[in-house]
């Protein structure tokens, strides 16, 4: 009985770090993802863009996905005239809690 335990414990270790990895690859996948999300808004933002439903549509779905986490960052980082610092640094946070998580994972 001992002997079908121990036999049964390298799958089980595979089976964990093998879902550690999965939830590792999802997050560094999502947060590049929300990034690249975030600079398409920016550049939304700053091209006038021809009236379309289509691209009203994506248009829309930016602002809706983008602007609640740069809305927090808005709240500490004041606007220099016309330019607005809080996505750059929203970005950063984004990369740091990426290289934190990374770190974390890979210590476990």
């Not at 602007?67 to 808005?74: A, G, K, Q, S």
């Amino acid at each position: 009985m001992a002997k079908s335990l121990a036999m049964g414990e390298p799958a089980t270790f595979m089976l964990l770090g093998d879902t550690v990895k999965s939830i590792q690859s999802f997050v560094n996948v999502f947060i590049t993802v929300y990034i690249l999300l975030i600079l398409a808004y920016i550049l939304t933002s700053w091209i006038r863009l021809p009236y379309s439903p289509w691209l009203n549509r994506i248009q829309r779905f930016l602002y809706d996905v983008c602007e609640p986490y740069l809305r927090l960052f808005r709240r500490f980082v004041p606007p220099l005239g016309p330019l607005d610092l809080s996505p750059m640094v929203a970005v950063l946070a984004l990369v740091l809690v990426r290289g934190l998580f990374n770190n974390l994972i890979e210590r476990a």
